[in-house]
């Protein structure tokens, strides 16, 4: 009879999660974990529409607390989950940020909060804690014990400021679509748009990206599609957190872009283009079999420490990518995953996970001001147009781990 309180409470957790948590998840040193899913805005799309909007103020757990995983997937109005060959999930993103208190989120502008970036080299764009795309679903975010993401300090806001949290969801519909992966690939000949979103001329050379993609363009549909039915959709998200104690190692987060070209230029400040275009290979190469697109990026790491998690971000025809130190050494390598059938999680010709790395405390460790390369890797079998190269690791700084190590010691043995 002892054991059904445990066998609930297991019960409990997997259920509210999207992912199975590791077992080592229902306790952590005495502290429970707990977890929460939830609901973004509604999003609402036709056939061939995108939507591409930042949602203010979203639900996200309260108190100062260690995040352990966000899971994340694009479900209809009644939960249902939603395949990639009919809503394309081109990227959702995750950000903390200070706002004055009692501002309310109808007012919220990006020009009046303080966003709480991550930790990594670039300074304009790419601040966010989480954030995937198509392989969602298949990747994980669990972050090893005793490490956890700290947020919600009540100290750290600015005075009369508070912490909320934003989210950007990028939908593409492509039911109908003349053409699925151009539209996903947000090809600028689909769209039919000469602007961006902030009024700029789109040069002929800029062939597809973010530029024409944006919230409310139309993506080319076959006829009879176009006004086709509105489907109603959401983000649904479950976060994993524990309070946070003094048993809990702090990591830091960071983003490299492999479109950062800078310090391979000679150049100080960092350049992060976000996306990138790969061209189809000679028939040269087609017939060595030999299509694959190399890019590289070199940046700086500010602090070093031990490298406990890493995974990387692509687009279709993505192959993988790797992290590399400055003497050349393999820190972490994360492959793509393709789906081979219809439902979702599993759709064919999409990126439906992908690989993380998980090092044994202390085995792969980075230095202050290390210069790490990334490389990402595209089959150039075809043109691809607005891909990315991105690779998020955490790490624990030496000096923290001490500091938390002598912290609990002294309050356990005093």
């Known amino acids: 009879m002892k054991m059904w309180p445990f066998l609930l409470l297991l019960v409990a957790l997997l259920l509210s999660t999207t992912a199975t948590l590791p077992s080592e998840a229902l ?4 502290h429970l974990l707990k977890s929460k899913t939830f609901l973004s805005p509604a999003i609402f799309l036709r056939p061939g529409s995108i939507s591409n909007k930042i949602y203010f103020d979203v639900a996200f757990p309260i108190g100062h607390i260690a995040l352990k995983s966000f899971d994340a997937e694009v479900v209809g109005e009644h939960g249902v989950p939603v395949p990639l060959h009919e809503t394309y999930l081109h990227h959702w993103v995750m950000e903390p940020y200070y706002i004055p208190k009692g501002t309310d989120a109808a ?30 679903r298949h990747t994980a975010t669990w972050v090893p014990d005793p490490y956890g993401i700290e947020v919600g300090d009540p100290v750290a806001p600015p ?15 492509t039911r109908g679509a003349v053409d699925k992966l151009g539209c996903t690939e947000c090809r600028c000949d689909l769209y039919n748009v000469t602007m961006d979103e902030y009024g700029r001329r789109i040069g002929e050379d800029y062939i597809g990206g973010l530029r024409c993609c944006y919230d409310q363009t139309q993506c080319k549909v076959k006829e009879g599609f176009a006004d086709g039915e509105v489907r109603k959709m959401f983000l649904r998200y479950t976060v994993t957190w524990l309070d946070w104690n003094d048993a809990v190692l702090p990591v830091k987060i960071y983003i490299f872009d492999v479109t950062d070209r800078a310090l391979l230029e000679g150049k100080s400040e960092p350049s992060c283009k976000i996306e990138y275009q790969v061209e189809e290979c000679s028939s040269e190469d087609q017939a060595k079999n030999d299509c694959v697109h190399v890019q590289v990026a070199k940046q700086i790491l500010p602090r070093g420490g031990d490298i406990v998690f890493g995974v990387a971000h692509q687009h279709s025809g993505g192959i993988g990518a790797s992290l590399h ?32 790395c998980y090092p044994k405390p202390g085995t792969v460790t980075v230095s202050d001001g290390e210069a790490l390369t990334v490389v990402s890797n595209y089959s150039s079998e075809r043109q691809h147009t607005g891909v990315m190269g991105l690779f998020y690791i955490l790490v624990a700084e030496h000096e923290q781990q001490q500091q938390v190590r002598t912290v609990s010691w002294l309050s356990s043995n005093l």
């Not at 007012?107 to 198509?134: D, F, H």
């Not at 005075?159 to 519909?173: P, S």
């Open 27 to 30: 306790n952590v040193r005495g």
């Open 107 to 136: 007012e919220t502008k990006l020009s009046k909060i303080i966003l709480r970036r991550n930790s990594g080299m670039c300074k304009t764009t790419l601040g966010q804690y989480y954030g995937l795309g198509s392989e969602t």
């Open 159 to 173: 005075e009369g400021h508070e912490e909320k949290w934003l989210l950007n969801v990028h939908a593409i519909d």
């Open 325 to 356: 130190g400055e003497d050349g050494r393999l820190l972490c390598e994360s492959m793509a995953t393709y789906g081979e059938g219809q439902e979702a999680g599993n759709e064919a010709g999409y990126i439906v996970g992908m690989s993380t």
